[in-house]
């Protein structure tokens, strides 16, 4: 009797336990449903579409970002907002046309402006959802201390607060055009001039550092990278390992420090619990020649309208997520970050209105679905609408551009001068030729006329400054007495 007794009670002492196990499991994998995903992006400065070698580059090797191609998916039609500094970075965080915010072109150290406090970034819309928030490397969104991005959700800031090359040491430029270029910790300066031979190197320790220590919350980072902006340098472990001089050791260095963030991502175990976006803020500076990157069979780069400018490199990954190995060529844009993202997290919008949209169908290869924006709009210098791109088609509209003219860029770090040729009126189908070199113009009448349609509407909202268009959702960037 004993025996049975014991007997009985070891199976419900084991059917309990299994009962606990079964609930145990079930709660971990609850909270494993609920916790949002980090999201890791990495964003370039002045990369070009063929400078890696999963989008073409022979003489370059970037192991660690062409992995992220392998286990996730390539985008080839991935567009910035603007082809210059400050601009793109506010579209990306902000999921605003820059022009919308009142930010135009690449803000100056001495400049009062940038990024209005009450504009909100994609930090502080995942704060609300637990998230730890950092950026490392370049901000430019705003240089006095009340703008920068520990006042726009960031938990930490490491690193400069505007491009690498204002700083008193740029050739060309005459002396006490720029101050001493500070290398900022949180809200304040560490060093007023740093050895930028070192900086992707300790920009990556501190994005390392900060995964580490959030392991176990979701967490945002935004690691800037300031190359391969000219002045470009790399450590005297890169230098000269590239086939393609010193752009291609930075290159190289860049690649070093995304495999340093994804090998941290594994030590952690967070893999696969992590949305990670490799892009770039424009095409290359190809005035520099030598010292510049490549658009690959795009027309022109940095600073124009043409795809060599605006359509830039793009990776992700997030296992189980996005599919592997695949290659989307659907038109994204860098204001679609922010909307993706909150529904990702399960996080609210901002209550300003913004023009990104949710392209997470799309991201998620949910094949044939309907892209939610009808046209993307292309704006340049203070607000000036140049370009639309809807579909296969994309629009200029009159404006000056620069052009090398097919003259060779610079050497040794100095510029090479630029023409200045005018663009008409002029269409181009990016699917038959996405080197935008056949004008179709007078071809497609009704395309003409729709994209035109579509270019009103923006013009109504967002402005054009090249016909003194004010639009009626333009907001005012922050200004700092």
Not at 71 to 93: D, E, H, I, K, W
Not at 155 to 182: I, Q, R
Request: hydrophobic content about 35%; glycine content about 12%; aromatic content about 10%.
């Amino acid at each position: 009797m004993i025996s049975r007794l014991w007997s009985v009670g070891l199976r419900c002492r084991a059917a309990w336990a299994v009962l606990m196990l079964a609930g145990w499991c079930a709660g971990r994998s609850m909270a494993a449903e609920e916790r949002p995903p980090n999201v890791v992006l990495i964003y370039c400065d002045d990369l070009g579409w063929g400078d890696l070698g999963c989008f073409g580059a022979k003489k370059i090797r970037t192991p660690n970002i062409d992995g992220i191609a392998r286990r996730g998916t390539r985008f080839t039609s991935f567009y910035v907002a603007q082809a210059v500094c400050s601009a793109s970075r506010a579209a990306l965080l902000t999921g605003c046309y820059p022009n919308r915010l009142g930010i135009h072109g690449a803000l100056g150290p001495k400049q009062k402006i940038g990024l209005h406090p009450d504009e909100m970034t994609l930090a502080e819309v995942l704060k609300p959802r637990g998230y730890a928030t950092a950026i490392v490397g370049k901000w430019h969104l705003g240089r006095p201390k009340e703008l920068l991005p520990t006042r726009q959700g960031f938990d930490e800031y490491f690193g400069l607060p505007y491009s690498n090359d204002m700083w008193p040491n740029h050739p060309g430029v005459a002396k006490g055009t720029y101050p001493p270029l500070p290398l900022i910790d949180g809200d304040e300066v560490i060093e007023e001039m740093p050895d930028q031979s070192q900086l992707t190197r300790r920009y990556t320790e501190r994005a390392v550092s900060f995964i580490g220590r959030n392991a176990r919350k979701p967490f945002f980072l935004y690691l800037a990278h300031s190359m391969p902006h000219v002045p470009i340098f790399a450590s005297s472990r890169f230098a000269g390992r590239s086939r393609q001089g010193l752009y291609g050791d930075v290159i190289e260095e860049i690649d070093w420090s995304v495999g340093e963030v994804l090998n941290a991502l594994r030590k952690h175990r967070l893999e696969k619990d992590t949305l990670v976006i490799f892009t770039s803020d424009n095409g290359p500076w190809l005035s520099y020649g030598e010292h510049a990157g490549g658009a690959g069979p795009f027309r022109e780069g940095k600073g124009t309208s043409f795809e060599g400018g605006i359509r830039v490199p793009c990776v992700m990954q997030w296992p189980g997520h996005i599919p592997k190995g695949r290659t989307n060529d659907t038109p994204l844009m860098t204001i679609d970050v922010l909307p993706t993202v909150a529904r990702l997290a399960g996080a609210a919008l901002p209550t300003r209105k913004i023009d990104g949209l949710d392209v997470w169908p799309i991201v998620r290869g949910d094949g044939d679905v309907p892209h939610p924006h009808r046209a993307y709009f292309i704006y340049y210098n203070q607000g000036d609408l140049l370009a639309v791109r809807s579909g296969d088609w994309k629009l200029f509209f009159p404006h000056t551009s620069q052009t090398l003219g097919g003259k060779p860029g610079g050497t040794g770090g100095l510029p090479a001068p630029y023409q200045r040729p005018a663009v008409g009126t002029e269409l181009y189908n990016l699917r038959r030729d996405p080197a935008e070199r056949s004008n179709v113009l007078e071809q497609y009448p009704e395309v003409v006329a729709r994209l035109t349609g579509l270019a009103e509407e923006a013009r109504q909202e967002l402005g054009d400054q090249r016909l003194k268009r004010v639009g009626s959702g333009v907001r005012e960037p922050g200004r700092v007495e």
